[in-house]
């Protein structure tokens, strides 16, 4: 009998160490505790022990059976967590704060791209600055060096207020606050909503965007102003990104370029998109004028550095496929949802 019970218990610690379901822990508690159980059995089949070996076995029995009752409940805990873990891990993560049945929206392609932006170039040491929408004739022309009767004006007629204010053309109309406020050294984005008075098409809008730039130091060169625009570019595009500079004529900076990359869509080799140029011009840039530094109580002598003009517009256009400037100002959740936007 004592080896049965011996026997028993090896069983009984075997098949334990094998469970892995709740249900294998229920066959065997049945199996060994169950009313018709073999260890139920050796209990009722104690009155055929000889009398002098009664207490020994039943002393056994009653600790195996004390033991296995034990064994079950920690052994069926375990599995129970383990069975709750593996749930958890399985099931979709569920954010409680999400409102519900709510047809959810996302972040429009332009603030993804900003947002994007502005992160890239606080990673190079860039401060990102405030300007306004309504804006005084000073700062949006005469700051940067475009006076009264300024033929470049005529590129940019925009909404003039009854104050004489303007919706501000440009985000170059802040360069001369941000030049004051903060002095030298200056490393400052800033974008914002521009107006001008359009003809709309697929490439011109009333109301666009741009993040414009600037770095002001000692012996800042157009080789800082590569280095900073290629890396940028490639960042938000996720790959190696071709530029080149063609001279520009902006009355704000001198020398003054435009900044092309090489068309993403062909490679360069010339699709609709390049319109078969092979590039596309991107970003206006140039080192600014000495008389722009000098309106922002910057020494030329001692200064320079360079600005730039990116379209925001143009490049979420670019970095999401669309080839027509109003599908962004359209507010039809149908675009964005073309766009595979999360
Ligand atoms: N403000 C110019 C525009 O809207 C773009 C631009 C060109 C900005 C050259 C710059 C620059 O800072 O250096 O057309």
Same mark, same amino acid.
């Given at each position: 009998?004592?080896?049965?019970?011996?026997?028993?218990?090896?069983?009984?610690? %075997?098949?334990?160490?094998?469970?892995?379901?709740?249900?294998?822990?229920?066959?065997?508690?049945?199996?060994?505790?169950?009313?018709?159980?073999?260890?139920? %059995?050796?209990?009722?089949?104690?009155?055929?022990?000889?009398?002098?070996?009664?207490?020994?076995?039943?002393?056994?029995?009653?600790?195996?059976?004390?033991?296995? %009752?034990?064994?079950?409940?920690?052994?069926?805990?375990e599995i129970k967590n383990k069975e709750y873990e593996k749930k958890i891990n399985s099931a979709k993560k569920i954010d409680l704060t999400v409102p519900s049945n709510l047809n959810i929206g996302s972040l429009h392609p332009i603030t993804i791209v900003q947002k994007e932006l502005e992160e890239i170039f606080e990673s190079m040491g860039f401060t990102?600055?405030?300007?306004?929408?309504?804006?005084?004739?000073?700062?949006?022309? %005469?700051?940067?060096?475009?006076?009264?009767?300024?033929?470049?004006?005529?590129?940019?007629?925009?909404?003039?207020?009854?104050?004489?204010?303007?919706?501000?053309t440009q985000t170059s109309a802040a360069q001369n606050k941000i030049m004051l406020k903060y002095g030298?050294?200056?490393?400052?984005?800033?974008?914002?909503?521009?107006?001008?008075?359009?003809e709309l098409d697929a490439s011109h809008e009333n109301t666009f965007f741009q993040m414009e730039g600037m770095m002001i130091d000692k012996d800042v060169s157009i080789a800082n102003l590569i280095y900073f625009m290629k890396t940028l570019l490639s960042q938000i595009f996720k790959k190696d990104v071709e530029v080149r500079l063609r001279p520009g004529y902006f009355p704000f900076v001198e020398p003054g370029f435009e900044l092309d990359i090489k068309c993403l869509y062909c490679g360069g080799e010339g699709c609709k998109v390049c319109k078969h140029g092979g590039w596309i011009e991107l970003c206006p840039c140039g080192m600014i004028h000495p008389n722009v530094l000098k309106m922002g109580g910057i020494n030329p002598e001692e200064y320079s550095g360079f600005a730039f003009g990116l379209g925001l517009s143009r490049l979420a256009m670019m970095k999401y496929g669309i080839n027509d400037l109003r599908v962004l100002n359209s507010c039809d959740l149908r675009s964005l949802k073309q766009m595979d936007i999360k």
């Open positions: 009998m004592i080896d049965k019970i011996n026997d028993l218990k090896a069983q009984a610690k %075997e098949k334990l160490s094998n469970a892995t379901h709740s249900m294998d822990i229920e066959n065997i508690r049945v199996e060994f505790l169950g009313k018709k159980g073999k260890i139920i %059995e050796i209990l009722k089949d104690l009155k055929n022990v000889e009398a002098s070996k009664r207490k020994e076995v039943a002393t056994l029995a009653n600790n195996l059976k004390n033991q296995l %009752e034990e064994a079950i409940e920690n052994k069926k805990e990102v600055e405030d300007g306004n929408e309504v804006e005084t004739e000073y700062n949006n022309f %005469e700051a940067v060096n475009v006076p009264k009767h300024h033929p470049a004006r005529d590129m940019q007629d925009t909404f003039w207020l009854e104050n004489g204010q303007l919706l501000k030298t050294p200056l490393k400052a984005i800033f974008p914002g909503r521009c107006f001008r008075n359009e």
